[in-house]
Nanobody, 115 residues
């Protein structure tokens, strides 16, 4: 199982980033996909989840209306569109594939929101 995460970086408050996570080595379309994040000194938290058929759950109230998760099963890729970014969104963002007892994690990509 392998993930290639991209799209992180340094952005000013109010800016946007789009994270991508391409998975391989497992049946991507059969798995639920999730973006989680971990800020310095804090526990990892689930940001948003998308089912195999595209149903979405946003788990963090502070990102509702700003972050959108999506997936393209033809490209084995999950995305996280992040708009109106705030300094408190600074974290390492991880993609995660899960189904049944299987649970796979990407290596993480750093997002820093700062002026």
């Amino acid at each position: 199982v392998r993930f290639v995460e991209s799209g992180g970086g340094l952005v000013q408050p109010g800016g946007s980033l789009r994270l991508s996570c391409a998975g391989s080595g497992f049946p991507f379309s059969a798995y639920y996909m999730r973006w989680s994040r971990q800020a310095p000194g804090k526990e990892r938290e689930s940001v948003a989840t998308i089912t195999r058929t595209g149903d979405i759950t946003t788990n963090v109230d502070s990102v509702k209306g700003r972050f959108i998760i999506s997936r393209d099963n033809t490209k084995n890729t999950v995305y996280l569109q992040m708009n109106s970014l705030k300094p408190e969104d600074t974290a390492v963002y991880y993609c995660n594939a899960f189904y049944g007892l299987s649970d796979y994690w990407g290596q993480g990509t750093q997002v820093t929101v700062s002026s």
